[in-house]
């Protein structure tokens, strides 16, 4: 970025998308050997953690509409890492859960979407990374209408 970026620089929503852009990018890359992307894992980590969850409770959890939603979970479906099945309560929904390939390739996964969270932040001392992961929390769950820290939410990204 040059100088003339100044006013940019100062813009709190350009900053933020800047900068999920580019650790996006960098998980992305390392997720490909994977044949995944960022918005499969989020989805696939947030089965193999939680129970139970309809497309519905997917597509809200991560603040994305229910139609993108739709199609990853049909990805991971194909591939056998996820499987939807009558919800448990609400006989209209199905429950999207985590096969055990799916749990194996999370696992697996997950130590690559570390490194490239580790690799986004390496420019940051260890305390101002753990400052940043703790401000982004609340900022997104503030922003998501759920007030506090979910104490169950875990991020890998």
Known sequence: M??????????????LAYASGVVVRLTNARLARFDLRVRHY?????????????????AEFLGMDPSPVVSLIDALESRGLV???????????REVVATPEGHAL???????VVAARQEFL???PKDEQDQLLVILRHLALA????????????SDA
């Open 106 to 112: 999370r696992d697996l996964a997950r130590l690559d």
């Open 42 to 58: 989020s989805v696939l980590a947030l089965v193999c953690d939680r129970e139970g969850l309809s497309q519905r409770d997917i």
């Open 122 to 124: 390496a420019g940051l």
């Open 83 to 93: 499987a939807r099945r009558p919800h448990s309560v609400d006989r209209r929904a």
């Open 143 to 154: 922003g998501s209408g759920r007030g506090g820290v979910d104490a169950d939410t875990t």
């Open 2 to 15: 040059s100088a003339q970026d100044e006013g940019l620089l100062d813009d709190t929503g350009f900053l």
